[in-house]
């Protein structure tokens, strides 16, 4: 079974900097691809950003371009999420999720309190 565990939520002031992580354990831990998304109160679960384990090919979620970035260690079965200059409307919870032979799995999330 594969267990996703984030880690590094918490309060940051807008415009600095915060940085998530997302160990995998369990069974396997060659993943297709590893990413997160994240959910405001009352809003729907959104993409935020992913990348691809072999190759470390990355994507982002528009509202996230150019402040993000994710990166992956291997060997740690980590993946990481690098926020920088974050904005009150990145206020969430943040999920880790990781996908495999066609199985997705979650974590169970971690809080992002962005202040003004």
């Known amino acids: 079974q594969v267990q996703l565990a984030e880690s590094g939520g918490g309060l940051v002031q807008a415009g600095g900097s915060l940085r998530l992580s997302c160990a995998a354990s369990?069974?396997?831990?060659?993943?297709?691809?590893m990413g997160w998304f994240r959910q405001a109160p009352g809003k729907e679960r959104e993409f935020v950003a992913a990348?691809?384990?072999?190759?470390?090919?990355?994507y982002y979620a528009d509202s996230v371009k150019g402040r993000f970035t994710i990166s992956r260690d291997n060997a740690k079965n980590t993946v990481y999420l690098q926020m920088n200059n974050p904005k009150p409307g990145d206020t969430a919870v943040y999920y880790c999720?990781?996908?495999?032979?066609?199985?997705?799995?979650w974590g169970k999330g971690t809080l992002v309190t962005v202040s003004s």
């Open positions: 999720t990781a996908r495999k032979g066609g199985m997705d799995y």
């Open positions: 369990g069974r396997t831990f060659d993943f297709d691809a």
């Open positions: 990348i691809s384990w072999s190759g470390g090919n990355a």
